[in-house]
């Protein structure tokens, strides 16, 4: 048992979702860590580049771009449809440029970086910072990805001190190419950020090809609160959703609906990647499925036209300090329960239809639920739900739980809410 999960009994979900982020700094660590665990429930790995076996009963998983997942329970006897859980790996960060290295006058070694996603500056400066992502190298005629990681504090964002900008306060006009590039050794030695490399990924100059690097806060998850009611982390913003409907696979049942999660990488920059919600990997795999099973045209449209998704993304708790950020009359609380997520410009895809569905599936089994909808005049950002629906369209609605900090490098969510929508995958996976 680990030291957060000795801590708060009474969260395990929590606990051990923390565990799992600490080990996933990037996307494709994340989908490692799953691909493992689902390799030891007996899961079999298909290859898009090769013919799909799918039997009755068998467990199945995909992995596209390393950063991509969907994976499903076959039932044993025929079904109605597909039981379909969405969720995202990435989240928003600092991503490392080719030939980062920048001399600062011979004195220090800052590195170039850009910023993946709409992430919150302020708050990456002065936090011991880490480095995590793949590489691929060269082995013999064949092309070799690795996951690499420092696991330990290399770099540091600086902030400017106080004397030297009196203005600091009232000003927050960050430049990424400017003020945010990471401090990561004292002089400079043109290659060592390279060699730094090569060593982790255990291979020479010539053998290193290219790399995604990402730099991660190297920051303990917490559990906090009077009552250690909440708890804080990086990427809370989607592995909380991604984690719990992966366990939720791991425990479901095939029976009259096919249980399947899909968790897209990319939404953070749009979605319009092989990767992303826009793109055709969940419809090719349903198709593949259906040819694998046999259905003809008019069985395969039945069952899709008879499947269901819940598009699972965070949303914004309502701020201790900016209550007037809120719509005045739904605002959610961390610890409140599920979120139904409602938008008239369908920035969500949830309508009265699947929303009382939901609603019904949890009242059955008394999960706690509230609503959120963004201030009129604050638009709020798209997510998964409206962009997959462009690619197969059943209908869908909307869900998360309510976390503050969104988009910073440490988020806050609420510890009963991982409880809560591990209860409500569980169940809508197993019905």
């Known amino acids: 048992m680990t030291t957060l999960q000795c801590m708060t009994e009474r969260y395990t979900t929590t606990a051990e979702l923390c565990d799992f982020i600490e080990k996933s700094p990037t996307q494709f660590h994340a989908v490692e860590n799953m691909k493992n665990e689902l390799i ?3 899961f079999k790995e298909l290859d898009e580049r090769k013919h799909w076996i799918i039997e009755r009963g068998g467990s199945y998983f995909i992995i596209r771009n390393s950063s991509a997942l969907i994976a499903f329970r076959v039932p044993p006897a025929d079904f109605a449809g597909y039981s379909i859980v969405s969720a995202h790996t990435d989240s928003p960060a600092f991503k ?25 500056m302020a708050p990456w400066f002065d936090r011991p910072l880490s480095i995590a992502g793949r590489v691929y190298v060269r082995t013999g005629n064949k092309i070799e990805e690795r996951l690499i990681d420092f696991s330990r504090p290399v770099a540091l964002i600086p902030n400017l001190a106080i004397h030297m900008n009196r203005k600091v306060n009232e000003e927050n006009g960050y430049r990424a190419q400017k003020d945010m590039l990471p401090l990561i050794a004292e002089g400079f030695d043109k290659g060592q950020f390279g060699k730094a ?4 990924a255990r291979c020479t100059e010539r053998e290193l090809l290219e790399y995604e690097l990402f730099l991660y806060p190297y920051t303990k998850a917490s559990i906090w609160g009077l009552g250690n009611e909440f708890f804080s982390a990086p990427r809370i913003d989607d592995l909380m959703c991604a984690y719990t409907a992966f366990r939720a696979l791991l425990a479901a049942e095939s029976k009259d609906y096919m249980p399947l999660i899909t968790l897209f990488d990319n939404e953070e920059t749009g979605s319009g990647t092989k990767q992303g919600a826009l793109s055709d990997f ?17 069985e395969k449209a039945m069952k899709n036209a008879s499947s269901f998704m819940i598009s699972a993304d965070n949303c914004h708790a309502m701020h201790p300090n900016y209550m007037e950020k809120c719509d005045p009359t739904n605002r959610a609380r961390m610890n409140g329960g599920v979120c139904i997520k409602f938008s008239a410009a369908q920035k969500y895809t949830t309508d009265a239809e699947s929303a009382s569905y ?6 059955e089994h008394e999960i706690a639920y509230q609503y959120f909808v963004n201030h009129s005049d604050i638009p709020g950002g798209s997510t998964l739900g409206n962009l997959s629906a462009q690619k197969l369209s059943i209908p869908t609605v909307d869900i998360g739980a ?4 969104m988009h910073s490098p440490y988020e806050t969510a609420g510890a009963r809410d991982t409880e809560t929508l591990s209860k409500l995958f569980t169940c809508f996976l197993r019905r």
Do not use: C, H
């Open 40 to 42: 030891q429930n007996g």
């Open 96 to 120: 490392i440029k080719t030939e980062p290295e920048i001399s600062d006058a011979g004195l220090y070694t800052t590195l170039n970086t850009e910023v993946y996603g709409g992430l919150l």
């Open 197 to 200: 490399i090569q060593q982790l």
């Open 282 to 298: 969940l419809p090719t795999v349903i198709e593949r499925i259906a040819f694998s099973l046999s259905f003809n045209a008019e």
């Open 358 to 363: 939901l609603r019904a599936l949890m009242d």
């Open 402 to 405: 309510a976390q503050l900090a």
